[in-house]
């Protein structure tokens, strides 16, 4: 199968179950897990901060991150379209009580800074208190641009709002920037970051931040059931990712670059963007149950939609690209 549906689906390599195997463990919750213990600190001097926290996922690291900036009858400031709003099940108001102010993503995925300026409340009893401005990066396979990430975090720093960036794939911007890891999270107080996309890991994500931030994340990633104890198991497929995957992500980027170029060949089509790891499509709304199925039987997975989102992950080959596009190209030539 070339399954073009997300990176999520990537399988652990052989050297990834290796280490896996092989990673010294103990009890992380009693803090005993030097392969954990080894990841935290790795992830944190790499992203420039004094403190990292191991989780089962990026939903949780990005709840546990936002609990640990605000309290109750706080607010972010968060974009429509941000994962933590828009695809974390409301976590943020449903068990942190965390009053989500989402704001229009502009087409390059970021948040204007006079609609920040204008959502943040002033203070009185009236309003929610605006404490935090949440970005993502890459966002919709889009790389920020480096002078907003600068510009708007010296904005919220300047409004006293703290600054959280969910970057479940801080790599691929990485890799398309050449940018180092620290560069990136300058800006922000925590960074969550995932190695379950195109790190190629199973499960776990970090977050990275102050000492004192971290510490209180820990508590809420008891609390959220996220405290695991031979963890290190895990914790030795990202340190194993960051050695050995972190390079290749520039093949998948190549990879979704000939895939819009192959499909931007189909009249029937139109690539409405392409970076990083991810092309999205516009597919006819009628087209799309039967090239679905016409794609299945050719062994090529899709999340089928008019707006087609696909990605280019580690187990996706240059050959398995130009069988895609033939595939596609195959359902138009017969229709
Ligand atoms: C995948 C993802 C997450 C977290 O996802 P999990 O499946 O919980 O690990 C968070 N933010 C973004 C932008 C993501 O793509």
């Known amino acids: 199968m070339i399954d073009l549906r997300s990176d999520t689906v ?42 990292g926290l191991f989780l089962p996922t990026g939903t949780q690291s990005n709840l546990a991150g936002l609990m640990a900036h605000c309290e109750r009858g706080d607010e972010y400031i968060v974009g429509q379209n941000a994962h933590t709003y828009k695809y974390e099940g409301g976590g943020a108001a449903v068990l942190g009580s965390i009053q989500p102010q989402p704001l229009a993503n502009a087409a390059d995925g970021t948040i204007p800074l006079d609609l920040i300026a204008a959502a943040i409340k002033p ?64 800006g922000f107080d925590s960074v969550s970051m995932c190695f379950s996309k ?10 990275v931040g102050p000492k004192a931030l971290i510490k209180r994340a820990a508590r809420w990633r008891k609390m959220l059931g996220g405290g695991m104890r031979q963890a290190g198991v895990l914790a030795a497929a990202c340190l194993y990712a960051l050695d050995n995957h972190l390079a290749r992500l520039r093949t998948d980027h190549e990879n979704a670059a000939k895939l819009a170029a192959g499909l931007g060949e189909i009249p029937a089509l139109k690539i409405t963007s392409q970076s990083t790891n991810m092309a999205f499509v516009a597919v006819p709304e009628s087209d799309c149950a039967p090239l ?5 039987e050719r062994n090529v997975l899709t999340l089928m939609s008019p707006h087609l ?4 992950h580690g187990d996706v080959t240059g050959a398995d690209i130009a069988a895609a596009v033939d595939a596609f190209k195959a359902f138009y030539v017969r229709k």
């Open 198 to 207: 195109g790190m190629g890991a199973p499960a776990g994500s970090v977050l």
């Open 123 to 186: 203070d009185d009893t009236h309003f929610a208190r605006t404490r935090l401005l949440a970005l993502e990066n890459t966002i919709g396979g889009k790389v920020l641009p480096a002078r907003y990430v600068a510009d708007a975090t010296v904005f919220a720093k300047s409004k006293g709002l703290g600054t959280h960036l969910d970057g479940a794939r801080i790599w691929n911007v990485m890799a398309a920037s050449n940018a180092p890891l620290a560069g990136l999270c300058a």
């Open 292 to 296: 679905a199925a016409h794609l299945k």
């Open 309 to 312: 989102r696909l990605v280019t």
């Open 10 to 51: 990537t399988q652990p390599t052989a050297g990834m179950r290796k280490a896996m195997m092989e990673a010294p463990v103990g009890d992380d919750v009693f803090g005993d897990d030097p392969t954990v213990n080894r990841l935290q600190a790795i992830a944190a001097e790499r992203a420039g901060k004094e403190a």
